[in-house]
């Protein structure tokens, strides 16, 4: 299967604690999309990659929130002194940028955080 | 600024009979539309997209979806549903130039098939 994947598939922690994701794209992708889905909405931004360069950021990123995608191939995404308000479906999704028509994502099935 | 609402967040229809999703949205500039499946514990998979070109797009499994630039609509169809359609279904806006912080999901519609 050559399709986005993400590890861990599901994370319960504590409080305050940290976690980290990962997210491997589809390999000839160059960008890469991280969103945070809660119950009942629509997945909603938070930041992108165009090869290892992180170019925007969501307000919904506080600064507990750090993504890297070092070599332009995987990425990472860590919460820091995770809240309560983190618990959500992380989802990350690769595209191969086009100059010509808006990008077609392709999701990973997401890590699903719960925290208590 | 751009919006895009999912009028319905729940739609219930009988096995073999028509499927109508809506879907309707504000830009400000000529949009990207496109529609996304979510099955339980799968990622979201595109069904179609619309790019400026034919205002009717066919996707896969016999979804289509029409442009309506008057209208500001973009919903989803299909003739006949199968139990398989039963899912979660996000109508997306983007604005054509490639900015990821402004490509908007919808809220959701879920789609019950009853046999």
């Known amino acids: 299967d050559t399709g986005v994947s993400q590890d861990p598939r599901h994370k319960i922690t504590k409080r305050g604690q940290n976690v980290t994701f990962r997210c491997d794209p589809i390999?000839?992708?160059?960008?890469l999309y991280w969103y945070r889905q809660t119950l009942g909405q629509g997945p909603e931004f938070l930041t992108y990659?165009?090869?290892?360069?992180?170019?925007?950021k969501s307000r919904l990123l506080s600064d507990r929130f750090s993504a890297e995608r070092p070599k332009g191939s995987f990425s990472t995404l860590e919460i820091q002194r995770t809240e309560q308000g983190d618990s959500a479906m992380y989802l990350c999704?690769?595209?191969?940028?086009?100059?010509?028509?808006?990008?077609?994502?392709?999701f990973g099935p997401g890590t699903r955080l719960t925290v208590l | 600024a751009q919006s895009v609402t999912q009028l319905d967040s729940h739609v219930s229809v009988s096995e073999g009979t028509p499927v109508l999703l809506r879907c309707n949205y504000s830009?400000?500039?000529?949009?990207?539309l496109f529609w996304y499946v979510q099955h339980p514990n799968k990622g979201l998979q595109l069904l179609l997209k619309?790019?400026?070109?034919?205002?009717l797009v066919k996707g896969i499994n016999g979804f289509e979806a029409e442009f309506k630039k008057s209208e500001t609509s973009f919903h989803l169809t299909k003739p006949s549903a199968h139990m398989s359609d039963a899912a979660e279904y996000f109508c997306?806006?983007?604005?054509?130039?490639?900015?990821?912080?402004?490509?908007?999901f919808g809220s959701g519609t879920r789609l019950s098939i009853r046999p």
């Open positions: 830009s400000s500039y000529s949009p990207s």
């Open positions: 990659f165009q090869n290892e360069a992180q170019l925007e």
């Open positions: 390999s000839e992708h160059n960008r």
């Open positions: 619309y790019t400026s070109a034919a205002t």
């Open positions: 997306v806006v983007s604005p054509w130039y490639s900015s990821a912080s402004k490509i908007i």
């Open positions: 999704a690769s595209s191969l940028d086009s100059r010509f028509s808006t990008d077609t994502q392709y």
